[in-house]
């Protein structure tokens, strides 16, 4: 049964300062990860996709996956207020057809 | 416009009564989810469908079912509730299999179960 979790579970920056996020799963033959936004308990938007090990860049958000270390990262570069919110790291791997969400990274980010 | 419609977004109930949560999607997806999220667990998954049949399922209790009436609904049936059924559930749709095409979420149910 795959696990994922995240860390911090919260985390408050200044705006303009990084924001790092991360997400540890357990099943080593999960490909595919996405990085979601939650604001208040509403709908989830998908910031970045990747599914090799290495950097994807999409706009301000960059995720970052090492496959043997069973982790995946995601950094927000010049967060702002708006940027507040649960983030939410989901794994899948090729013989499933389920997603599994991570237990979330609340995100204050003050002005 | 929203893609994925749900309906009720809340909704009280109380113990042992029955409620349905309806989902249409229109963005032309195959596949189709259920997932709750509740204050003390991550967000769960619940149900899977693709082309309308039933793909994985890891709710334990029969007590939810999924309908599909078409292809671009799911609904999910609640019998017998119980206050810990109190929860947000969301509707997702994906292109193809989730592992291949990212998911798209729904606004939430929110059910309280008194």
């Known amino acids: 049964q795959q696990k994922v979790q995240q860390s911090p579970e919260s985390l408050t920056v200044s705006e303009g300062a990084m924001a790092s996020l991360n997400c540890t799963f357990s099943?080593?033959?999960?490909?595919?990860f996405r990085w979601y936004r939650q604001h208040s308990a509403k709908g989830l938007e998908v910031l970045v996709s990747?599914?090799?090990?290495g950097e994807k860049e999409e706009g301000r958000f960059t995720a970052h996956l090492n496959r043997a270390n069973l982790h995946v990262s995601l950094h927000i570069r010049e967060p702002q207020p708006s940027d507040s919110a649960v983030y939410l790291c989901?794994?899948?791997?090729?013989?499933?057809?389920?997603?599994?969400f991570g237990t979330g990274t609340r995100l204050q980010v003050l002005p | 416009d929203p893609k994925i419609i749900q309906k009720p977004k809340y909704l009280v109930a109380v113990t042992g009564s029955e409620k349905i949560l309806i989902c249409e999607q229109y963005?032309?997806?195959?596949?189709m989810y259920w997932y709750r999220q509740s204050a003390k667990k991550p967000l769960e998954f619940m149900f899977s469908?693709?082309?309308?049949?039933?793909?994985d399922n890891q709710t334990a209790s029969s007590r939810f079912q999924p309908q599909s009436s078409k292809k671009n609904h799911l609904d999910l049936q609640i019998t017998a509730l119980k206050p810990d059924d109190s929860a947000t559930y969301f509707c997702?749709?994906?292109?193809?299999?989730?592992?291949?095409?990212?998911?798209?979420f729904g606004e939430g149910s929110k059910l309280t179960v008194l």
């Open positions: 997702a749709s994906s292109q193809a299999t989730a592992n291949t095409g990212q998911l798209y």
């Open positions: 099943d080593g033959t999960s490909n595919n």
């Open positions: 990747i599914f090799s090990d």
């Open positions: 989901a794994v899948s791997s090729s013989n499933t057809n389920k997603v599994v």
């Open positions: 963005l032309g997806h195959n596949a």
């Open positions: 469908y693709s082309y309308q049949k039933l793909m």
